[in-house]
T-cell receptor, first 112, second 112 residues
Framework: GAGVSQSPRYKVTKRGQDVALRCDPI?????LYWYRQALGQGPEFLTY????????KSGLPNDRFSAERPEGSISTLTIQRTEQRDSAMYRC??????????FGSGTRLTVV | DAKTTQPPSMDCAEGRAANLPCNHS???????VYWYRQIHSQGPQYIIH???NNETNEMASLIITEDRKSSTLILPHATLRDTAVYYC?????????????FGPGTRLSVLP
C-alpha cells in the first residue's frame, strides 16, 4: 500500500479482555517496528521484525504482550488480559533496510 | 537510553529560522544523526539524517559539528505548521534495521 496502515484506529476494551492490533506495512518494507506512546511522551520501543523474524522484543513490557509477522508482511500485536495501564497509542512503522521509518496513524487503545 | 539531549521547549517567530540543538557526546563513529518530528497526534515524520557532513533537503538543514558531539536542525523559514515535537536520535546505519530510541524531544512552538 501507499502508507503504513493500522487497524483499528480506536479500540475500547474492558479490563481483562485480549486485544489484537494490526499493522500492514508499506509493500516491500523489510523491517517492521511496534512502538507505544503515552500522552505527552515520545514513542517507546516495543519490538521489531526483519521479514518474519522477530529481532528484538526487549521493549515488550511483560509476557502479556506478544507480536508476530508470520509471512513477513502484516504484523499483529496482541495484548492478553488487558489492564488500564496498557491504554496508549500503539504505533507501527516500517522501513527498507538502512533507511528511516514511515509511521502509521496508530491505534488508540483504551482499557476501561 | 536515548543518548541525546535536547531542550524541552523552544519558541520561534513565524518566518524566522528555527535552530534546534541536540547534544550527542557519546555518538559512535558508525552512528548517524536522525531528526523526526511529530505534529499533534500524528505519527513521527522523518525530516533528515546525516553522518558527518552537513545535509540539506526540502524540509530542513542539518549541521553537525566537526567532532560530531552535537548538531543543529535548521528550519529556515518556520511556519505555524512547523509547530511540533522534534526528536533527535542517533542510530547505527546497517542493512538489518535497528530500533530508534526516542527521547522526550523539543517542543517547538512557532508564534504568529
Amino acid at each position: 500500500g501507499a502508507g503504513v496502515s493500522q487497524s483499528p484506529r480506536y479500540k475500547v476494551t474492558k479490563r481483562g479482555q485480549d486485544v489484537a492490533l494490526r499493522c500492514d506495512p508499506i509493500s516491500g518494507h523489510v523491517s517492521l517496528y511496534w512502538y507505544r506512546q503515552a500522552l505527552g511522551q515520545g514513542p517507546e520501543f516495543l519490538t521489531y521484525f526483519n521479514y518474519e523474524a522477530q529481532q528484538d522484543k526487549s521493549g515488550l513490557p511483560n509476557d502479556r504482550f506478544s507480536a508476530e509477522r508470520p509471512e513477513g508482511s502484516i504484523s499483529t500485536l496482541t495484548i492478553q488480559r488487558t489492564e488500564q495501564r496498557d491504554s496508549a497509542m500503539y504505533r507501527c512503522a516500517s522501513s527498507l533496510a538502512g533507511y528511516g521509518y514511515t509511521f502509521g496513524s496508530g491505534t488508540r487503545l483504551t482499557v476501561v | 537510553d536515548a543518548k541525546t539531549t535536547q531542550p524541552p521547549s523552544m519558541d520561534c517567530a513565524e518566518g524566522r529560522a528555527a535552530n534546534l540543538p541536540c547534544n550527542h557526546s557519546t555518538i559512535s563513529g558508525n552512528e548517524y544523526v536522525y531528526w523526526y518530528r511529530q505534529i499533534h497526534s500524528q505519527g513521527p515524520q522523518y525530516i533528515i539524517h546525516g553522518l558527518k557532513n552537513n545535509e540539506t533537503n526540502e524540509m530542513a538543514s542539518l549541521i553537525i559539528t566537526e567532532d560530531r558531539k552535537s548538531s543543529t536542525l535548521i528550519l529556515p523559514h518556520a511556519t505555524l505548521r512547523d509547530t511540533a515535537v522534534y526528536y533527535c536520535i542517533v542510530r547505527r546505519e546497517d542493512n538489518y534495521g535497528q530500533n530508534f530510541v526516542f527521547g522526550p524531544g523539543t517542543r517547538l512552538s512557532v508564534l504568529p
